[in-house]
């Protein structure tokens, strides 16, 4: 079955430390995003990516960096500039950047805890 | 500027009640229009759509949602609640070219 993979499902970082949370897709989307999930804030947009080699900052950009180097991926590093980086992550994607018609495919989230 | 809002940050009904969740969005034209649920520490699941047709949509799970464009909102339905329907529920709008915008969010309770 196509979907996206999110991993790992936990993750715990020092301070100090940049961590990388994993997304892959199997549905030949073109379009990739990363969100960030806290209490009572909905979604908010980090990253995203229209096409392969291509990507542009969301509204909470600051302290995080990504990669597209494939299509199926879009890897989300959380850098030691990010103050407050204890949240819940989704992925998630698109067939076309443009077409909203269909809406996102989201993965299962990526905790992560600053210990 | 362009937002959603969802009115009700949670919900209480007993297994069995009916259900409306309430979205308003601030747009200059019709976006598209989605509904999607999130169990506790899962991902997001879509319910439904609308961009364009029939006001009342339906969608998965007995769900159904009517658009009114006087109202700007778009408001989820279900005529009888299952305990299993417990899970917060975010309405997400989207402009042709845009990113989506997603609401705040509505946490629902279900009584046994």
């Known amino acids: 079955d196509g979907g996206i993979t999110q991993s790992p499902k936990y993750l715990f970082r020092k301070e100090g430390q940049n961590v990388t949370l994993s997304c892959e897709q199997n549905l030949n989307h073109d379009a990739m995003y990363w969100y960030r999930q806290d209490p009572g804030q909905g979604l908010r947009l980090i990253y995203y990516?229209?096409?392969?080699?291509?990507?542009q900052k969301g509204d909470i950009a600051e302290g995080y960096s990504v990669s597209r180097e494939k299509k199926e991926s879009f890897p989300l590093t959380v850098t030691s500039a990010q103050k407050n980086p204890t949240a819940f992550y989704l992925c998630?994607?698109?067939?076309?950047?443009?077409?909203?018609?269909?809406?996102?495919?989201f993965g299962s989230g990526t905790r992560l805890t600053v210990v | 500027a362009q937002s959603v809002t969802q009115p009700d940050i949670h919900i209480t009904v007993s297994e069995g009640a009916s259900l409306e969740l309430r979205c308003n969005y601030s747009y200059g034209a019709t976006p598209y229009l989605f509904w999607y649920v999130q169990s506790p520490g899962q991902g997001l699941q879509l319910l439904l759509k609308?961009?364009?047709?029939?006001?009342l949509v339906q969608g998965i799970k007995g769900f159904e949602a009517e658009f009114k464009r006087s109202q700007s909102s778009f408001n989820l339905r279900k005529p009888s609640v299952h305990w299993s329907d417990a899970a917060e529920y975010f309405c997400?709008?989207?402009?042709?070219?845009?990113?989506?915008?997603f609401g705040p969010g509505t946490r629902l309770s279900v009584l046994p």
């Open positions: 997400a709008v989207a402009l042709y070219g845009q990113n989506f915008v």
């Open positions: 609308y961009f364009s047709g029939d006001t």
């Open positions: 998630a994607s698109s067939s076309k950047f443009s077409d909203r018609g269909y809406g996102y495919t």
């Open positions: 990516s229209q096409i392969v080699n291509d990507f």
